[in-house]
């Protein structure tokens, strides 16, 4: 059974610069939501898409934009970066009808200098 | 946006002991709750969910969940120094899949 898996594993990226990242679903999955976790804290909502629309959003800018794909995967797009964008990006899968029950994909560590 | 509060740690038992994370939230529509577990440099991993007043047993673990207190906890029988790891509480809120606290880090002694 196919996890969660995102890409890269690691990115190195400085100020101004853009930045995209993907991840794959778990198998059987329709729902994909992007968490930023910066050091020490829990991992902060995004957004969140099913059928390949936005459908909820957290208190992120515009700076950050994503899409999915008719094959549910999902990609995350930050542009302008700057040095706060520096964190670990988690991408979840889930059921659409069973939203919260997410399960993580193992991430990836952007840095921004 | 509705709140997760846990403390932070870092909780030190022995091996063998029981360990008690606990988790308070602000949102009293919420139904579902959900523990995480997550090892330095690794992403969150699901270990227990609970929907309804009371405990719910899995292995090691234990639920619990009190609607009228807004609060819910887990409790680790039997620690192991594998259990090591920083501890999530996370909570559906509105129009967020996921409110999570900020995690608690446990630290089982050998």
């Known amino acids: 059974d196919a996890g969660v898996t995102q890409s890269p594993t690691h990115l190195i990226k400085t100020r101004g610069q853009q930045v995209t990242l993907r991840c794959s679903p778990k198998?059987?999955?329709?729902?994909v939501s992007w968490y930023q976790q910066a050091l020490g804290q829990g991992p902060q909502f995004i957004f969140q898409?099913?059928?390949?629309?936005?459908?909820q959003r957290g208190n992120f800018p515009d700076r950050f934009s994503g899409h999915q794909f008719p094959n549910y995967s999902s990609e995350l797009n930050v542009n302008a970066l700057l040095l706060g964008d520096s964190a670990l990006y988690l991408c979840?899968?889930?059921?659409?009808?069973?939203?919260?029950?997410?399960?993580f994909g193992p991430g990836t560590r952007l840095t921004v200098t | 946006q509705k709140e997760v509060e846990q403390n932070s740690g870092p909780l030190s038992v022995p091996e063998g002991a029981i360990a008690s994370l606990n988790c308070t939230y602000s949102?009293?529509?919420?139904?579902?709750f959900f523990w995480y577990r997550q090892y330095s440099g690794k992403s969150p991993e699901l270990i227990m969910s609970i929907y309804s007043n009371g405990d719910k047993e899995d292995g090691r673990f234990t639920a619990q969940l009190n609607k009228a207190s807004q609060y819910v906890s887990l409790l680790i029988r039997d620690s192991q120094p594998s259990d090591s790891a920083t501890y999530l509480c996370?909570?559906?809120?509105?129009?967020?899949?996921?409110?999570f606290g900020k995690g608690t880090r446990l630290s089982v002694i050998a």
């Open positions: 996370a909570v559906p809120s509105g129009n967020t899949p996921l409110v």
């Open positions: 979840a899968s889930s059921l659409f009808h069973r939203y919260y029950e997410q399960y």
């Open positions: 198998s059987g999955h329709d729902t």
């Open positions: 898409y099913y059928e390949e629309e936005e459908r």
């Open positions: 949102d009293r529509g919420s139904q579902s």
